[in-house]
């Protein structure tokens, strides 16, 4: 019962700072507003915005048509005791200047991103500008139809007030509108009939007359038979001998030589194959990929070779003081060494964790909290991947110059097919839709489907077979959805532009499918997944041939989830997750889940969430998407 009332209290405590996310509402706007003799309306809007939250400042969005002209004049700022402070044209990173934003939006700013949130904070701008060529001719007299307060917000207006003059050839008494809680949405439009009397004509709106109707297009011929059967037959034997050089390439790497089976893999086989690289090394070369199980293991490293010490403590909800199981623990880090001591991508992870200069340690919680204070995204895997990157090729000697140039037919029929088809969509319009659409969407999904099975195929030494068949299947793909086409009624010149596309597409798909490591290279490469695999293989039991010491090799292979079931179903010995202290550099003649560090108890998964949710970012307009009514003004406003 205790604990219920607490969840209540908690929930009534955090209302308020739910509340405090960001909102605006207008507590005034007052416009004067004259219509001169030539049918020029000049408007003062004078705006008491209320803020809360962390915004910029303002914004103004103009609704102006067609054959209507908008002239802004200035902006300015009422301080406190009431002193006109006019805004500057310009910088937008300063307080009190402002700028267009689009050919028919201003933004100024109130407030810089160091400065504190506002909190129900009253500003009053006053903005000066005229709109000419609004007024529409209506049987010898001219009406006035416009809305004076823009709809196009995302706060209520509490107050509105319009006080309108018109000069003497207007033959009209002043006009005083008043309003009050404005919904977003809603507007204050104003239709006024005119007489004139003055000599000179007013400017007015003319709507714009309809473009006269286009004369349908006329088909154009269809191909012939026997072209339509030629560039097919030519479709099959160009993708039918692509495949074939693509295995004759494969088979002379010997790339699909089965891995080496996980019963030859011993202590003695891992220190010849594996341990005399560097855990990360070893994680993005197996699988070609940079990511946070590559970090882990640098870390973890670190721990082990007594640069670092870690240790681990339950995540306490707030208020409460107590672990929800399932979230992770918050991981903390201390460094045993100088920062200048490191090099490289330790270096730079080391600068990016530590974010306190005057503090050796670390968490997770911090680092977090930092970045987002920051409003900068931390990524940890940038800052190894290019150095693991350059070390994984060099170790599996990428960049066959074989293939250096076999990208020039590709782009060279992409390019003819590009033109191609831009010519016959002039050409030829009646046949653009469906005809030329839907063969160039078909033909753009198989190749996007198959660059996505290349690249997974390449980058891969399990189930090759399977990957095989993908890409075999997006090349089926690319033939037939040419194929369809030929049952249609198409030009000679769609034809050709889209067996083109069909060409180079396949082409592309082959050429990004074929392995670019020497036969050394793929064979390391299958090495390293036959340890993954063994690995993986024996964490299913209950007394792995693992060794603490190989922990971050686990981490590197992406197997921490499978330390963390390891250690719930057998791991109960070795103890359980509380705040003790894992030792820098602990090794252990058995396997305990990792020693602690960052595995067990669930730690690789309170990192991997740690590294991967360090982003924040900042807000755009509240301006909503409807512009009101009325044949002129309107618009949006707000803040940014």
Known sequence: MLIVFRFLLFCVLLCPFAAEARSLFWQDIEVRATLDGDGRLHIQEQQTIVFSGDWNGGERIFRVFPGQKMKFESISRLDANGRNIPLQRGNLQLVDHWD???????????????????NNTSITYILRYSLSHLLLPEQGNYLLDHDFCFPDRSGIVKNFRLELT????????????????IAPGEGVVLRQKLSFSGEKKPMTYTKQAPLPQATPALPPPPAATWIRLLLLLFLVAWIATKIRGFFQWERSLNRFAPLPSTSLVDEQWLEKELFVHKAEVVGATWDKTTSTAEVAAVLSRMVQEGKMESWMEPYLLPFFNISIPGIPPVLYLKILQPRESFSGYEYKLVKGLFVDENSDITDTKTIREYYRKKRKTFDPVLKIQDPLQRQMKKLVDEGNSVLGMIWIPTVLLGVAGCFLLLGNAFLHQAEFVPLQVGGMAGLLFSWIFGCVCAYSYRHSVLSLKVRLAAIIFSLWFILIDFAVLLFFPASSLLLF???????????????????RESKEGL???RNFAAARNFFKQELAQKNPRIKDDWFPYLLAFGLGMDVDSWFRKFGGSVGHLSSTGIGSGSSTSGFTGGGGAFGGGGASGSWSMAVGSLTASGGGSSSGGSSGGGSSGGGGGGGW
């Open 100 to 118: 267009h934003n689009g050919q028919t939006a201003i933004r100024w700013r109130s407030r810089l991103p160091s400065d504190p949130v506002f």
């Open 166 to 181: 018109f000069d003497p050839v207007w033959q009209q008494l002043p006009i005083s509108l008043v309003r009050n809680n």
């Open 523 to 525: 064979v390391l490469r």
């Open 497 to 515: 532009g889209l067996f083109c596309l069909a060409l180079s597409f396949s082409n592309n798909i082959i050429n990004l499918s074929k392995s």
